[in-house]
């Protein structure tokens, strides 16, 4: 039984999400080491060991209870809320954002474990109502889901992470089958939002990130510093780079949150369009193996987690790099299964091992 468990995984799969993140490891570990402190590479060495632990344990944990029972996904999702709403009592204040809990040797952010588990839940509001679809209802009903998780979110304030909640939903959405028409009026809806939310909701710094954004020259030495100094470690690693570890924008802290949001711009920086290009042909790889496993189920549960869970990818590393290149404002979103930060991480790898049980199980 073992032997046909193993031999089921997508070995190419994990391959490729442990290759990614020992990028990260290798980015991490020259950084800190300048920096003359290595805690954060030895937390995210701990993080990745149990992220492995993970897919181990949810590789053999049968998805189907997922599907069938709807207490238990409820209760999943009302403790994830829970875990928001107690960011605003008990959460820690980093960089404006009350995002995290503090636990002294490390920080808890349940931002990313929510968004895996609104993966779940609209997988399983959809796959239920799958013949319904073409009604408008189910369409709102399910953006409830999000709305709410969306707005404790975007109050800390984080409007980066609301935002891929929202991203999410849209996508998730448009591969359950909406009507086109919908899927306009759905749109319009969120334009509307956003010019309410900048008018009235939005704060002068989120306004600044997006003015930023628009004119880099605005203020170079506050909000635009962080993309002008990306800009400027991209394009000094010409085809080959700096070599590793001697990227002066990151090793010697000219960019800011280069472990972080801008570790992209280090990989650029130091590997040069090389690196680059295996970096993207990585995460090409890995979306195309996770969109393998929902092509080639006949479960409607599974196809829409599969493609849900890829798109969550997919926005998460097209905003990141956006972010580093300048092309999209700096909202805060790390390069996933690369940027250092364990509550992302342990999040997609739990939802990696969510994957190969979808797989082994069909």
Known sequence: ???????????????????????????????????????????????????????????????????????????????????????????????????WYDFGFFSFDPVPFMAVILVVVLSKYFSRYHVEIYRFRHIFLSGIYVLIPTAIIFFQPDFGSALILIFLWIGIVIFSGVKLSHFLILVLAFSLIFIISWAFVLKDYQKQRVVSFLNPQIDEMGISWNINQSKIAIGSGGLLGKGIGEGSQSQYGFLPEAQTDFIFSTISEETGLLGVSILFLAFLILLFRIIKIA?????????????????????QIFVNIGMSLGILPVIGISLPLVSYGGSQLLALYLGIGLLQSMKING
Request: net charge positive; proline share 0%; no cysteine.
């Open 1 to 99: 039984m073992l032997i046909s468990h193993l031999k089921k995984i997508d070995w190419i799969l994990i391959s490729l999400v442990v290759f990614l993140t020992s990028i990260g490891l290798l980015e991490i570990y020259n950084i800190s080491s300048q920096q003359g402190n290595l805690l954060n590479f030895k937390k995210q060495i701990i993080f990745f060991i149990l992220g492995l632990f993970l897919i181990v344990v949810f590789s053999f944990f049968d998805y189907r209870i997922l599907k069938t029972n709807s207490y238990l996904v409820l209760g999943l999702y009302i403790l994830a809320l829970i875990s928001l709403i107690g960011l605003f009592f008990l959460g820690t204040k980093i960089r404006g954002v009350r995002g």
């Open 295 to 315: 092509i080639n189920s006949k479960n409607n549960f599974v196809r829409l987690f599969a493609s849900g869970f890829a798109f969550l990818l997919f926005s």
